[in-house]
């Protein structure tokens, strides 16, 4: 590093320690503290020896794959058409797709509240065209949670896929057409295996905003539907134990770096399999 900029990365690496890596050592040290002993791991064997916790994850992690695969359905072909549209059309697509996010996440879940109730628009609609006789149980239900959960991260899949789409070389589909290809095969041949690090970097981001989700999960969800990021809260405010909620945040913490991880793993092949 250059000795000039030294003095400029400073603050930067104060304000990280200060406010990341103090806090989550904090939060380690906290994990393993008991009444009855100074350091112990006691948290996060009580942890994994009740299946009821260990369950809570796996639907926490669960429910990020739903959501972040129906995510990818419906936002890839969003992203292409965008892609695709003409400058003018681009910029109305896109700013439709960013338009949830100029609400509070807070605003929109009470209004899917309204939507998903046995009274609301869904139900209503289902009824008069008569898809069932009675109104579905699409409140305080899984997928209602996914439903909720798409509508919200669809931007955070959408913009990444959408940015390495625009920057693909058009006379790659225009040879794959010459040589024979037609839309959908050079869609799958082609311009699939070539944005696959801008799909990595979508699942990426959704995945990490759909399993953290605390407002959406505990409001749409209920009591009913309970995920990691209720359980800590009530683990730290409810039952006032706040090692074994530190606890759970760690495991929940390496647990989503795991997936992560992998997702980025995958995206450095898909890189590569790109370059050559």
């Known amino acids: 590093m250059n000795s000039n900029q030294s003095p400029l990365v400073l603050p930067l690496a104060a304000l990280f320690v200060a406010f990341f890596v103090a806090p989550l050592i904090v939060l380690l040290a906290l994990s393993l503290t008991a009444d009855t002993a100074a350091w112990t791991a006691a948290n996060y064997v009580k942890f994994f020896t009740d299946r009821f916790n260990y369950s809570i994850l796996w639907d926490t992690l669960f429910l990020g794959l739903k959501a972040t695969l129906v995510c990818l359905v419906f936002g890839y072909p969003i992203a292409w058409i965008c892609a695709r549209a003409s400058a003018r059309w681009q910029s109305v697509l896109?700013?439709?797709?960013?338009?949830?996010?100029?609400?509070?996440?807070?605003?929109?879940?009470?209004?899917?509240?309204?939507?998903?109730?046995?009274?609301?628009?869904?139900?209503?609609?289902?009824?008069?065209?008569?898809?069932?006789?009675?109104?579905?149980?699409?409140?305080?239900?899984?997928?209602?949670?996914?439903?909720?959960?798409?509508?919200?991260?669809?931007?955070?899949?959408?913009?990444?896929?959408?940015?390495?789409?625009?920057?693909?070389?058009?006379?790659?589909?225009?040879?794959?057409?010459?040589?024979?290809?037609?839309?959908?095969?050079?869609?799958?041949?082609?311009?699939?295996?070539?944005?696959?690090?801008?799909?990595?970097?979508?699942?990426?981001?959704?995945?990490?905003?759909?399993?953290?989700?605390?407002?959406?999960?505990?409001?749409?969800?209920?009591?009913?539907?309970?995920?990691?990021p209720l359980n800590i809260y009530q683990q730290a405010i409810g039952a006032n134990n706040w090692p074994f909620a530190a606890a759970i945040s760690v495991i929940f913490m390496v647990a989503v770096l795991a997936v992560v991880a992998l997702l980025a793993m995958m995206g450095r092949r898909s890189e590569s399999y790109g370059g050559a």
């Open 94 to 228: 896109i700013f439709l797709v960013i338009l949830p996010v100029l609400t509070s996440v807070v605003v929109r879940t009470f209004a899917w509240i309204v939507i998903l109730g046995r009274q609301g628009i869904l139900n209503q609609l289902a009824l008069g065209i008569g898809l069932t006789r009675e109104p579905l149980r699409l409140l305080y239900s899984e997928p209602g949670v996914i439903m909720v959960l798409v509508q919200v991260q669809m931007p955070l899949m959408v913009l990444p896929i959408l940015t390495v789409l625009t920057k693909l070389d058009p006379n790659l589909a225009d040879a794959s057409h010459v040589l024979g290809a037609g839309e959908w095969r050079t869609l799958w041949r082609v311009t699939l295996p070539l944005s696959l690090p801008g799909v990595i970097a979508g699942c990426i981001l959704t995945y990490s905003a759909c399993v953290t989700a605390f407002v959406t999960q505990t409001l749409i969800g209920g009591a009913r539907l309970i995920y990691m």
